[in-house]
């Protein structure tokens, strides 16, 4: 029981380093208790299954964080012995493998791999939903749309249907295809309500393509107060009317908020609109301070500083979020979310120092753009697969 103890600890211990960014040293940790579990046979570790356990978890988070990092050949290379860890999880950790592949760059052999393992295992959610995502890389939609479709089809769980609604969805607003989007976005809510967290991804769709009265019909429904109010100043600006944009997001500014307020960075981003940058920077700051910090607020936290002209700490924050809270570290901010820089922030030099963080806005947005989330949340899309189905 010592020894067991003396694993969870450094697997608590590694799981401290991620949280702290400190990911060379976690993997470092990890590997300490990988290297020696799985030297151990299938049947040794089960006479004490906590081990079988461990060594699960740990092969999961040491394969996440590493392609987190960009580390695909090491992840490529222990998957390849997972394989002989795990005769029963042979077919998992071959997928995980070819996934790599495919972040690596290596789509066609990915796509070769994968394939080869859809004839073995014809049923498995997971390679329908990689042999999706592989296939919209190389921008073959319609065979991406056919194995995300039967990915649908091969699973009971709410969560992983509205996860492969997600990737969809990226295909029809690529496309620009209006109907799809609105008929996914349906079918995704039909999926699991909770979905309905993400209507902003449809507001914004419908506003960039200029579909005013599809973005209408659903804000004035939307039941989320801070959220309807930013939107509804957003359509009001994009039909001409900055007055009532303005008294719409004054609305949302004049709320009080705390740690409890549920999306906050729409009621930051309507007091963003309206210059109340030192509002938006007070209220906040305690919020922070007690640790609740996403991506979405702290971007915008920074944005704020960026109004202020205070660049240093515009800075600082924007390197919070790459090195913390998006998928891979280091990653460069989206395009769009530079626009909305672009148009809150009036000191040129400001906005020219802080350029660099930023994506140039060239990359089509694919499914090989994996989205970012918090860094108490679930660390990839695969991750959440790989639980929950594992």
């Not at 002209?309 to 390197?319: L, P, W, Y």
């Not at 918090?374 to 189905?389: D, I, L, P, R, V």
């Amino acid at each position: 029981m010592q020894l067991n103890d003396s694993y969870e600890s450094i697997y608590e211990y590694a799981n401290s380093l991620v949280a702290n960014g400190q990911w060379e040293e976690a993997v470092q940790e990890y590997r300490r208790i990988l290297n020696r579990l799985s030297k151990l046979s299938p049947q040794t570790r089960s006479r004490q299954p906590n081990l079988d356990d461990l060594l699960g978890r740990v092969s999961l988070e040491i394969t996440t964080l590493l392609m987190r990092m960009g580390d695909y050949d090491q992840a490529i290379e222990i998957s390849d012995k997972l394989v002989d860890v795990f005769p029963d999880g042979q077919s998992y950790w071959k997928r995980n493998r070819a996934f790599c592949l495919a972040q690596k760059g290596e789509v066609d052999q990915a796509l070769s791999e994968l394939q080869f393992l859809a004839q073995e295992e014809p049923n498995d959610f997971l390679i329908a939903l990689n042999l999706g995502q592989v296939y919209s890389m190389r921008k073959a939609y319609d065979e991406a749309i056919e194995h995300f479709n039967r990915a649908i089809d091969l699973t009971d769980k709410k969560e992983m249907k509205t996860l492969v609604c997600h990737h969809l969805l990226n295909i029809y607003t690529t496309l620009g295809q209006s109907d799809k989007v609105a008929e996914t976005w349906q079918r995704n809510v039909s999926f699991d309500s909770f979905a309905q967290v993400t209507i902003p991804d449809i507001y914004d769709y419908y506003l960039r393509t200029g579909e005013i009265q599809r973005a209408t019909a659903l804000v004035i429904e939307d039941e989320d107060p801070l959220r309807r109010g930013l939107y509804s100043g957003l359509i009001d600006y994009a039909e001409g009317s900055r007055e009532s944009a303005e008294r719409e997001w004054g609305k949302v500014i004049r709320r009080e908020i705390s740690e409890e307020t549920e999306g906050l960075e729409f009621w930051m981003e309507a007091g963003l609109r309206v210059g109340q940058a030192q509002r938006v920077i007070d209220k906040v700051t305690p919020i922070f301070a007690a640790g609740k910090v996403t991506i979405g607020p702290a971007l915008l936290f920074g944005i704020a500083w960026a109004m202020k002209g205070d660049v240093e700490r515009a800075d600082s924050f924007f390197h919070v979020v790459r090195d913390s809270l998006t998928w891979k570290k280091g990653d460069l901010l989206s395009f769009r979310e530079w626009e909305l820089l672009d148009s809150l922030v009036q000191d040129e030099t400001v906005k020219a120092a802080l350029r660099h963080h930023f994506d140039n806005g060239e990359k089509d947005l694919t499914e090989q753009d994996i989205p970012k989330v918090t860094s108490n949340e679930t660390s990839s899309t695969e991750t959440a697969e790989e639980k929950a189905e594992a």
